[in-house]
């Protein structure tokens, strides 16, 4: 053997130590300054404001649709946000403060979740192409998603700021005559149809994220969340309806605030 | 021409490349890993079953050592193995399953308590002691008297592969992927380097090292129906065949695996049978028993393959539009047990049968396995001819294997000969042998080379066509040089391969194209795998006896007295159309453990005349140092510790040991 | 009584005449574009994509390129698009496709030709980025008992080490078609895998430091993509989301 090995050269025995991983030179965690925490925040703050809004959004469908239940139900649920019942007396200033807030809100929402739209023409096609090549319906719906979420941020700035500069103008004839009258109904339509989808999914993707259910439940989850979407959906529809029917044969008097038949009783005495 | 430098060439980024490249990294030197494919989609990690390694935590393999690890690899090997090797491989296997373990390795562990196992058909509850709780459990394999193969479900190979690879890439160990060896870089004494071509743009570049390790793998893909990858096809094997002074030793001991499904040749692992799997014929009647009553479908790989086939043929196989087979029932194991501890078992059933191997019986056939022939080496990993050359794993002829593997034994002689050999480059590096002296002609040459025979291929517009030839090998080597063999048969295939090789030279291309160009590199494989299968085929017919896997119908019986030696194949001439075989003898009279029966399997060996004598010196040996502890019993015997690295020579703790 | 096989529908007369569209393309070749080329073969029993694709290479076009290591489902080299969706071709039986196979490369990655990609490089750049590796402090000795672990544990550690780098999760993630920088679900599983290693001594505030941002684990838009076409049923929406938490948490200090 012209190159056998010799050992004894080596230093005494001792026991086999496993050599344990050299770390690179590089991208050593220790060495460089620690993250910024923000990214989690700004993460956890985009599925908390969405689950605020999307709260919101299911008690105001909650409320709104009082009007099929009968007209004094819609006005005392309006009276009753305006602090009539702890103030004595109601506060359109208060509707102001909570569609300022519900605004402050979208906005944020949406200045966090703009961060994931694609940014430029190429992210635009690359997301495009990847889509229709997939087939895949998580990936698509998110695609209805940014569209429902871009046409929100007109549609409810709207309808929000309408509420927030004119709070005395909720209640039976004045909702309707916003809705007829005022020649609102179409965005109401497509606000309903946005928020409703852009909820319903957002809702579902939220669970998900955060895996608050197990990976099992997925094809449950989107039942529920076809089961959401349709209910407000009609539920919606049924309540705009009503405003539009109601808005129509109030047309000629439009701009008359209703008064509740308690409250007219004790006016003509 | 691109020159690029390292200490440490290694050839092949499966397990055996990556730990021998860890090894030398380790001690300071610079190595470049270069590879066919990401190293972590290297065929080590279809191994499945698992890595053997005398740990003893499981009850059933209680009483486990290094001794008796030794001993059921020589058995295995049909005493074709070199003794020295199994025992500096017994002895560092445990240290490489602790290692991996530390490394990550997800190694199945002890749970202590009652469990049931499935044993020989019957379901055996096996209680396991709880200080061995959370410890490194085992199953079992075929041709060992304890469960000692360790496992991490049936991804094991997996595992290991994904831990080692890690490891190297935190050691920041280049691999130069998709970049295929073509020739080495030698002057018929020393090996500088190796020719390497890029697959992606077709670019030679020279790799210009100080010592050279191929760790290529086995070339299965030699054979029609094979287990192996497609990337199997042994040119770490071929290039270093065609320096012509380095040999490929027992080409001939092919081993076939008895359980691969049935067309496709994919594997299922011995872990179903270790884990009380049964073989089935047409009648649904378990047949083992009847040919091997002691093992059963445990038996060594090559006995159970050759019962099959020998079942297959008096009449019992099961017939399906592509031919016949048998069946190989895990039912019995329970869904949860599949589930599991087999699952790479139940997905591949799934996907490429369509079936449940829950509720339904799998059709498996042998195919080609495993090459326990290669590059030959001496215990440290040299390779015999070349200086500077090193080669380990399934690509080298260590000569842990012998004529048989023994199922387990390959996947831990990745990385137990990675340890090795890794510091042996290492030593051989630092000492005044490694200094390279490699004038830039000798590089220049050995580039033009390389490049001339590439030139010449995709210039020729011969008759030729290198996928019929490749198809035709296969088939010649499925059907003539397979688990039965036969002289007449044998010398039909060479005959036909040396026909083939003579075709080869006339090889045509349809396309020219730049670039990767998959029509150049098939039709320069070939020519290198034909030599490959020349050396098969040509060991197989002038080896006239039965060892191991190699079976011949007309010579049935292991024949100490004549064929106790290995095959050396060597190609001098590039011309030549076969190759030159020499014999290199193995010595009883070195041997721990004379030649005898091995425990399964035919009872008829002709004896080595020098049996009975060594046989005395080991009992009076043993009854001398009957008091003496174990190890130094052992060392008396058959010394092997020196061969180690120091750090591997120390004791392996086992539970219950006194400390 | 023989709990057999599958009952074989009649091998009709006559096997489907296959037509497989390739989306063709070698880079070395100069001014050239990609495009589709479509092949037609016969469909035999059982026949794979791999069995289809060296068919046509051996018998129609010599000059195709596309990489296949294992054909067993188990290394990861063959993930290509088929019919637009990210799958391992070895596995991918013909009988479940239409007689129109499309194959297209897996997007994202580096495109070596026709049907090859670069998957290696990308995934050793990833774990060279997150380090996937044990980082443990305390040396260990081979030759003493190995550090007990509950076998539960072990268990649960395999089933995110199953990964097999094939690609298919990259390519079937929305976010990752847009950001190149995002580490995917391959690469978030692999700090999952370590998180739960004991034997690797990061701590949360360490793996944050890998993927706490939004090319780490708050840039994955949970479309699940990657979920739904891991070949080896990883359950890759837990543990993105169990991540994320975990992540979240350290947003809270």
Redesign the interface.
Known sequence: MSHSIDYTANPPMGPSVIPDAPALPTNNPISLPRKSRWPARLDLLQSLSGLLLALFLIAHMAFVSTILISQAAFYNVARFFEGAWLLGRPYPMLVSLVASAILALLMLHAWLAMRKFPAGFRQYRAFIAHKNRLHHGDTSLWWLQLWTGFLLFFLASIHLYDMLSQPELIGPYASADRVWSGGMWPLYLLLLFSVELHGGIGLYRLLVKWGLFGDKTRARLHLARHAFSAFFITLGLLTLLAYIDLGRSHAAQAGERYIPKAAAQTATH | MQIIHSDVLIIGGGLAGLRAGLAARKRGQEVIILSLVPPKRSHSAAAQGGMQASLGNSARGRGDNEDVHFEDTVRGSDWGNDQLVARMFAHTAPKAVRELAAWGVPWNRVQAGDHTAIIDGQPVTINEATAAHGLITARDFGGTKKWRTCYVSDGTGHAMLYAVSDQSIAAGIPVHERMEAVSLIHDGTRCHGAIVRNLMTGKLIAYVARATCIATGGFGRIYQSTTNAVINEGIGAAIALDTGVVPLANMEAVQFHPTAIFPAGILVTEGCRGDGGLLRDVDGHRFMPDYEPEKKELASRDVVSRRMEAHIKSGKGVRNRFGEHLWLDITLLGEQHINGKLREVKEICQHFLGIDPAHQWIPVRPAQHYSMGGIRTRPDGAAYGLDGLFSCGEAACWDLHGFNRLGGNSVAETVVSGMIVGEAMAEFCNSSAGELNVSTALIRDCWHRAADEFTTIAQSSGPENASHLMHEMQQTMSQKVGIVRHGPVLQSAVDTLKSLILRSRKIGLRRSQPGANPELVLAWRIRKMLKLALCVAEGALQRTESRGAHFREDYPQRNDAEWLKRTLAYWPDPQQTQPTLSYETLDVLTMELPPGWRGYGARDAIEHPDTGRRQAEVDVLRQQFASADRSTRQAALLDFSQQLPCHLRGDNERLGDAT | ??????HHTK?SSQPRRLTLKILRY????LNAAPSFQAFEIDEA??M?LFIALNEI???Q?????F???????????CAM?VD??PALAC?T?TRDLSAQITLAPL?FFEL??DL?V????W??GT???L??????VE?????????????EL??A??EL??C??CGCCIA?C??A???PDFVGAVGLNKIAR?RL?P??Q?SD??F???I???S?V?G??????C??VCPKQL?L??Q???L??K???????
């Open positions: 009584m023989i709990p057999l096989f599958r091998a070698n880079p070395a070749e029993d059982g794979t290479r051996a018998t076009d010599p000059s195709l390129q990489d296949f290591v294992c054909r067993a489902g188990i290394c990861g080299s698009l637009g969706r596995r039986l997007p070596i030709g090859s670069n998957t290696g490089k995934m050793r774990s060279e980025r380090q996937t590796w044990i980082h443990a040396p260990v000795s081979a030759d003493i008992l190995e550090t007990p672990m509950a076998p072990a268990e550690i395999y080490d199953r097999i780098e079937a929305g976010t078609q847009m950001r370590f290693d034997r690797d990061r505030d360490d944050y430091e890998l706490g941002d939004d780490g708050f994955c838009m949970s479309l699940l993509g979920h739904d359950s929406q837990t993105i989301a169990f994320r938490r992540m979240a948490r350290l947003g809270l200090n």
